[in-house]
């Protein structure tokens, strides 16, 4: 099947809020013994700044299929949430932004004129980079634009630069984790950034999160420099088991590190979920806030229903006793997500969805059914996903439902 970039481009996004959002439980003291046991604290996780401004970006990507930097800007303005966690000079920037003022004038005049070199530009941008991921250059100079409305400096944009490639890669095809870096350090620009990846590349054999760290930062500063680096490292370390249980591995290294852990685990989340056949924890599902309402993909009708609504009526008959199971992943993962005009493009959205959850294509898998372990809660076949049922009557059923709303 060929990959559907926008369908990853999401998943991209769902990756990184669900590393945004469980990594901005371990700054709650009373998480902290969770946080040293490597396990889940109490829901809900809600997302911080990471999140929403990662969702302006595909909100503009929707709406023009490129970055428009006024758009960009308003969208930003319009859903800026003061208590989401961002920095002062994004707060106050966003908030002159809604009383009129120019982007441009506001972005380069931070810092004596220098313009901000922080890690908001990159921790938001991955989902860019997966949409873009045919073409590397384009994804380069697409996250060069979606930084300079709030980061103008050169490491600011660098790192965006750095994020958005990495994240395209992951989407097409990483490669092994030397040549994966190598591939992203063609497109960045010099400076720190791009001297702390070429750092990262030389730490490749290095199994030690802390280590790394201590080389290459960990987001304590809350810049670029200090964070992009290691999250790549992080990310290059864990593409090739994200089928298995890689997102998973590659969110607890972030997190063991320390420093600014919503932003680093983030950008990792955004950057592993990108690869094919991904998965993100199913138990992590319940607890994660969904994403806001107010985004949407290309194709979207106004007013239109979103994907989440076509699982609303359960089915008359399962085949399995992992059927509804699937259905409830598939629904929680494409929460809010509006249905696509072209049937086509929604019954490509089923199957990758599916292929992501369940881990084959509906539609040319063969054998009678596949077991996942996450949807075993007892009975005789209990786990076990009857893939003739979704495709013949399951997946049929959705797509008539989508495409007479």
């Not at 004129?113 to 994804?139: E, H, I, T």
Request: aromatic share 8%.
């Amino acid at each position: 099947m060929a990959i559907d970039l926008r369908g990853r481009a999401w998943t991209s996004l769902l990756g990184l809020a669900a590393g945004d959002a469980l990594g901005s439980q371990f700054f709650v003291p009373a998480h902290r013994a969770a946080f040293e046991a490597r396990t889940l604290p109490p829901g809900p996780w809600q997302w911080t700044d990471d999140t929403e401004m990662a969702c302006g970006i595909w909100k503009v990507l929707a709406r023009t299929g490129r970055i428009d930097q006024d758009l960009l800007a308003a969208v930003f303005a319009e859903h800026h949430d003061f208590d989401r966690g961002y920095g002062p000079s994004t707060n106050r920037l966003l908030r002159l932004v809604r009383e009129g003022g120019d982007w441009r004038t506001l972005a380069s005049g931070v810092f004596d004129g220098r313009g901000s070199w922080g890690n908001g530009a990159a921790m938001r941008v991955a989902p860019l980079g997966v949409w873009f991921a045919g073409d590397l250059d384009l994804a380069a100079e697409q996250a060069r634009l979606s930084a300079e409305v709030t980061h103008a400096h050169p490491e600011a944009v660098a790192g965006a630069i750095a994020v958005a490639v990495a994240a395209a890669l992951a989407a097409t095809g990483p490669g092994k984790p030397g040549p994966f870096l190598d591939r992203i350090l063609a497109h960045v620009p010099e400076g720190t950034v791009r001297d702390g990846i070429r750092q990262a590349r030389t730490l490749l054999t290095i199994g030690d999160p802390a280590s790394a760290a201590a080389a290459l930062g960990n987001g304590r500063q809350v810049a670029a420099h200090d964070t992009v680096p290691f999250c790549l490292w992080a990310a290059a370390r864990h593409l090739d088991g994200c089928e298995r249980d890689g997102f998973e591995a590659g969110f607890w290294a972030t997190a063991s590190a320390g420093g600014d852990i919503d932003t680093t685990c983030a950008i990792v989340g955004g950057i592993l979920a990108a690869r094919p056949g991904t998965r993100i924890p199913a138990a992590w599902l319940p607890h994660l806030e969904p994403l806001p309402s107010w985004i949407g993909p290309p194709g979207q009708r106004d007013g239109g229903m979103t994907m989440d609504e076509l699982f609303a009526e359960p089915p008359a008959q399962w085949g399995l006793r992992g059927d509804p199971h699937a259905w409830a992943a598939l629904r929680e993962r494409l929460n809010a997500m509006p249905v696509p005009e072209d049937p086509a493009r929604l019954e490509d959205l089923l199957a990758a969805t599916f292929l992501d959850v369940v881990g084959v294509d509906p539609r040319t898998a063969t054998g009678e059914h596949v077991y996942r372990e996450e949807f075993a809660h007892g009975g005789m076949s209990s786990g076990h996903v009857h893939l003739p049922t979704w495709r013949d009557r399951l997946l049929p059923l959705l797509l008539a439902r989508g495409t007479r709303h």
